[in-house]
């Protein structure tokens, strides 16, 4: 398994940008499909953005779309996630997510890795 460690996060207001990163150690980082996750309080884990081993695909959630752009640099084995136009409700811990198995299996949340979690906090 890959270890994930996520960091970036922060308290922004409504309209700000974030940049969050996740650092992964441990195994090939190029072999990975990566995704980042978001749980809010008193909500379920839920998908936010994935990309494929080389970059070529990436899929977004709808919630997301147009504002928010992962990416990764495979060289310092690190998966990012441009945050911008942030909104209240995007207020939650994000987590980063890593697997072998393919992009869908990490948009599905079937993954073998996991981060520990970054909060973001967006005031009104």
């Known amino acids: 398994q890959v270890q994930l460690v996520e960091s970036g996060g922060g308290l922004v207001q409504a309209g700000d940008s974030l940049r969050l990163s996740c650092a992964a150690s441990?195994?090939?980082?190029?072999?990975?499909?990566m995704g980042w996750f978001r749980q809010a309080p008193g909500k379920e884990r839920e998908f936010v953005a994935a990309i494929s081993t080389s970059g070529g695909t990436r899929r977004y959630a709808d919630s997301v779309k147009g504002r928010f752009t992962i990416s990764r640099d495979n060289a310092k084995s690190t998966v990012y996630l441009q945050m911008n136009s942030l909104k209240f409700e995007d207020t939650a811990v994000y987590y980063c997510?890593?697997?072998?198995?393919?992009?869908?299996?990490?948009?599905?949340?079937?993954?073998?890795?996991w981060g520990q979690g970054t909060q973001v906090t967006v005031s009104p």
């Open positions: 997510a890593a697997d072998d198995g393919g992009i869908y299996q990490v948009i599905a949340g079937k993954v073998a890795s």
């Open positions: 441990g195994r090939t980082f190029s072999i990975y499909d």
